[in-house]
């Protein structure tokens, strides 16, 4: 991926765009190990095991109007593909299982959402 900024990024839920989003990332990602030491190795030894690419969480402003907002609220626990397409068009693609989407609703301030999404399976990537 060539270097961009991040401002202008745009994403889809199951082919459907999602307004107003203020925070996007992919964190939690983690490729295990296994022990497999014997008696017969002269140091400790290792395999890795299946890459798991995390979540994805993306925040944002409430507008109930939004069908993009719609498909998460309605789509919790459902495994869903996603498209992240950078301002340079470059995208990121990926299934992830939709979490419960919170609201927050502060004294002061605007109303805003957040959601965690499970990946499922690898991310593409394409220029």
Known sequence: MAKTKSFGTAVTV????ITGMNSISFSGGDVPTFDITTHDSTAKEFVSGLVDFGTFEIGGLVNH?????????????TTVAFVVTLPNTETISFSAIIGVLNEDIPLEG??????????????????
């Open 14 to 17: 199951g082919g459907t765009a």
């Open 65 to 77: 109007d939004d069908a993009g907002q719609d498909a998460l609220r309605s789509g919790t626990g």
């Open 110 to 127: 605007a109303v805003g959402f957040s959601v965690s999404c499970k990946l499922t399976g690898a991310k593409t990537y394409s220029a």
